[in-house]
């Protein structure tokens, strides 16, 4: 009984090893997964923006989109219609948009763009002032066939101290591969700066951009004692006297006009009072792919 038991085991240990070799082998020969794009376009924004401002440009936020297509589905020329309705009614009905390429300025609830050749778009938007807090949908609606829609979610924070310092928003991307052109929001934040004014620039993002007026300024301005708001634009390699809020934020957008070339560009940002505290960041451009 024993010698029969013991060939059974035998048996069956040996069926095991074989079960167990072919299933080593069966994961070694597997082919390795390889990532693939689920939906033929996406839609990237920063997620969520402080809402910030002094006077009349209090509760003003800003957000930076872009859309990456499949450039063999959506590609050259291809429009593009981005809205952001939700988000049109939280801000009072005061949406900007902003184009790099070809530079335009318009209002509303939404812009038209055109995909480049790797089919790729960037618009920035200035929301309010008078934004409220929460959740807001934007769209990319594409207006060629196949007619899809794509989606992602951007939320306006109530107002509140951040960590000091300054940074780009994105502080990467793609240039536009029709005119080289780029987007970013520069956000400072200076502890105890309430009111302060603060100087923000790069030279070096300027002579990267070489084609007139190579860098545009926004900022959204309140005036004292009055509700009245200016999204004001200047160009050159600075913009000066932009006004921290009582928590001591501030935000410019950037716009690479065009002709801009790839590569890192320091930022910085200066108190211009006592005590002259700066902060410096870097915003990097990379050249025109399928992203």
């Known amino acids: 009984m024993k010698s029969r038991n013991f060939s059974v085991a035998v048996v069956v240990l040996a069926s095991s090893w074989f079960l167990l070799a072919g299933t ?9 997964p390889t990532a693939s794009r689920t939906a033929t376009c996406v839609v990237e924004s920063l997620s969520s923006f402080v809402a910030q401002g002094e006077f009349g440009a209090s509760a003003t936020a ?3 989109i872009q859309v990456e297509c499949n450039p063999e589905v959506y590609g050259t020329g291809s429009p593009i219609r981005i809205t952001a309705n939700q988000l049109l009614s939280r801000c009072n009905s005061k949406l900007t948009w902003i184009v790099p390429n070809p530079f335009s300025r318009s209002t509303g609830n939404g ?4 995909l480049d050749a790797d089919g790729n778009a960037t618009v920035a938007v200035v929301a309010g002032p008078e934004c409220q807090v929460g959740e807001s949908l934007i769209s990319a609606h594409m207006l060629l066939e196949p007619f899809e829609t794509f989606t992602t979610p951007f939320t306006v924070l109530p107002p509140k101290p951040t960590a000091p310092g300054v940074e780009a928003l994105p502080d990467e991307q793609v240039e536009d591969a029709f005119s080289s052109g780029v987007a970013t929001i520069i956000q400072a934040e200076f502890n105890k700066g309430s009111e302060k ?7 070096e993002l300027f002579a990267r951009c070489r084609v007139a007026p190579k860098l545009r ?9 009055t509700t009245a708001t200016e999204l004001r634009e200047t160009t050159g390699p600075e913009v000066t006297k932009v006004q921290l809020d009582n928590d001591g934020n501030a935000f410019v957008i950037a716009i ?5 070339a790839d ?22 451009i990379e050249a025109p792919r399928p992203t």
Not at 256 to 260: E, I
């Open 62 to 64: 800003a957000d930076i």
């Open 256 to 260: 690479g006009d065009s002709s801009c």
């Open 197 to 203: 004014l603060v100087h923000i620039g790069s030279e």
């Open 24 to 32: 080593a082998s069966a994961h070694g020969t597997a082919p390795t």
């Open 263 to 284: 590569g890192p560009s320091l930022i910085e940002a200066d108190l211009e009072s006592k005590p002259f505290t700066t902060y410096t960041t870097e915003f990097d």
């Open 111 to 114: 812009v038209t763009v055109k």
């Open 217 to 225: 300024w926004f900022q959204q301005i309140g005036f004292p004692g």
